[in-house]
């Protein structure tokens, strides 16, 4: 999932920092795996914030706390956050937002393993866009490992069980718009710094975070209690459990970032890709330690089909 907040980087996204020799892939995969392990757990409390927060709210705080960190660093001199085409990392900023406002807003209703699933639909999209729009040509191998992929996915997700259940498929959304906001990085943000398209996701997750918080504050309207409420909600009173998830969120998941943004550079990009889909696994993990969430046989089977499918599409992409 892209070089962003909490989602797992996919796609590699990070191509413009490459300084680095690629020669320590046992430490790349390491780094990796550590980030989603801790992006797995930072991300099942999100159904602990939606009980009295709105997404809204939440986007905007976090998003704060993330730029203010982002440029006392580079005041300091420890990163780079002054883009070569700002238009470029805002677009590409701008898809990516959306993408985790669809990604965070199904984690009040859905379990974490489910909307992960939907977010890795992201290569697939991806290879769809960049066939139709870019008229690049995909193979035979490519478009059975989409298929695979896809069929995994709803294994995951079960939109026709009980009838059909169209909030199961909201989360391949967030696929389609990470999938967007990929494409826009290695079309027009090559040679960016890696921390000014991550400020300016921050920025753009604020600027939806405040509209949509002023809003659904000024708008009068019912609002449901408890997580049911979560998109709904404008600006209110958080609790103090809330308020410290909210700064441990967007502490963690800066910290997640700088990690895959470090295996990057450790190792190939179209290897170290593939270490992203554990986050499948530790969110299914920690959903089962912290809130007991059991994930049945099918969705094990559709969860290694996904990852069969990102190895493959991740593979071939690059002509390995």
Known sequence: MPADASPPIPLGDVASEHSEAHDRPAMAAGVIILAMFILGGLDNSVSVIARDTGLWQFHFIRACIAVSLMVGMARFGFINITPKRRWAVALRGGMTAIAMLVYFGCLAFLPLGQVAAGLFTAPIWVMLLSAVFLKQKVG???????AIGFVGVL???????????????????????????????????????????????????????????????????????GPDGFILRGFGEMGGLSIGLTI?????????????FKGYLLGDAAQVAIYEYSLLVFAAGWSYLLFDQSVTPMSVIGMGFIILSGIVISLRSRGA
């Open 140 to 146: 035979p191998t490519r478009l059975v490992a989409a």
């Open 155 to 225: 294994l995951v997700l079960r939109p026709f069980e009980g009838g059909l259940n169209t909030l199961a498929l909201v989360p391949m959304i967030a696929g389609f718009f990470y999938a967007c906001g990929a494409i826009a990085t290695r079309q027009w943000c090559v040679g960016e710094s890696a921390m000014s398209m991550l400020l300016f996701f921050f920025i753009s997750l604020g600027v939806f975070g405040l509209l949509g918080a002023t809003f659904l504050t000024l708008w009068p309207h019912d609002v449901p209690a």
């Open 248 to 260: 441990l969120q967007a502490v963690g998941s800066m910290i997640a970032v700088g990690l895959v």
